[in-house]
């Protein structure tokens, strides 16, 4: 039962180019949360999705960054025109069901985002 | 904003018990007590939860006091592999389904 998988691990972008960050969730997981964190600082939560429905995107900024969860295939954030600020692990997480208070979420390993 | 707060930093002896506490005097009758950790980078693991009774697992015991608003993570005998960031989180059962991550408390097991 393979877990939250995220790819890539690592991705370098020079400023102003695009970065695309895949999440695929545990199996018969329907809910995605994207999660920052910045260097030596706490994750900071971005944007909870269900398939094909953004259902909380109050942690998200509010230009470059869009987010989306198709009816097929992984979840996708997109940051356009990185600057050196984007520079950050970001974490997946999925969970079965609203109800994720029975179960806790399950994270990814997170992409190391590095723009150079 | 994090509605806990937590000691910066703790140490323990490996193979002794660690016990990690959190202040949540806010908490609300619907909110949920919620410990996760962050070993090196890597992503947040689950670890346990409880609502108003003492809760135990495989990794670890929950221990609420009776008014809620505090509780303690036991992990009972310390190893080198849960050094780690340790974070409490309170969050409503149902509605807003976000964690919000504080800074946590930094555990050492020392050998």
């Known amino acids: 039962n393979a877990g939250v998988m995220q790819n890539p691990r690592h991705l370098v972008r020079r400023r102003g180019q695009e970065a695309r960050l895949r999440c695929s969730p545990m199996?018969?997981?329907?809910?995605v949360y994207w999660y920052r964190q910045l260097p030596e600082e706490g994750l900071k939560f971005m944007v909870y999705?269900?398939?094909?429905?953004?259902?909380?995107e109050s942690g998200m900024p509010k230009e470059r960054f869009s987010a989306e969860f198709p009816k097929e295939g992984p979840s996708i954030l997109r940051i356009q025109q990185v600057v050196r600020g984007d520079s950050a692990a970001y974490f997946c997480?999925?969970?079965?069901?609203?109800?994720?208070?029975?179960?806790?979420?399950?994270f990814g390993s997170g992409t190391r985002l590095t723009i150079v | 904003d994090a509605k806990t707060t937590q000691p910066t930093s703790m140490d323990c002896a490996e193979g002794r018990a660690a016990n990690l506490p959190c202040n949540h005097s806010t908490i609300s009758g619907n909110e949920y007590v919620y410990w996760y950790r962050q070993i090196h980078s890597q992503g947040p693991q689950y670890i346990i939860h409880g609502l108003k009774n003492n809760e135990t697992n495989e990794m670890a015991s929950l221990i609420i006091t009776e008014d809620r608003k505090s509780s303690t993570l036991i992990l009972p005998h310390a190893t080198l592999r849960d050094t780690a960031v340790y974070y409490c989180i309170v969050r409503v059962g149902s509605g807003s389904e976000k964690l919000v991550f504080g800074k946590g408390t930094k555990l050492t097991v020392n050998p």
């Open positions: 199996k018969g997981h329907s809910h």
């Open positions: 997480a999925s969970s079965p069901t609203s109800g994720a208070r029975l179960y806790g979420y399950t």
């Open positions: 999705l269900q398939k094909e429905n953004i259902i909380d």
